[in-house]
């Protein structure tokens, strides 16, 4: 079976934004607060982000 990514995590985010771990986390943090400039989603201490309105945001889309 070949499932297609639907969520980033931390790491994702991090390598696709060129930015450190903590930046990383701290940037999740306060767009879970707010929920912009994209939707974040916390289970526990992890952080998921959909892939589509991400990357939607990242091209400029809004």
């Known amino acids: 079976m070949n499932l297609q990514k639907q969520v980033y995590d931390a790491d994702d ?4 934004l060129g930015i450190g771990r ?17 939707r974040v989603i916390k289970i526990g201490k992890l952080y998921r982000v959909p892939k589509e309105g991400f990357d ?5 889309a809004s």
């Open 13 to 16: 985010i991090q390598k696709l």
């Open 56 to 60: 939607q945001w990242l091209n400029g």
């Open 22 to 38: 903590s930046k990383a986390y701290a940037f999740l943090d306060e767009a879970y607060e707010s929920q912009k400039p994209f």
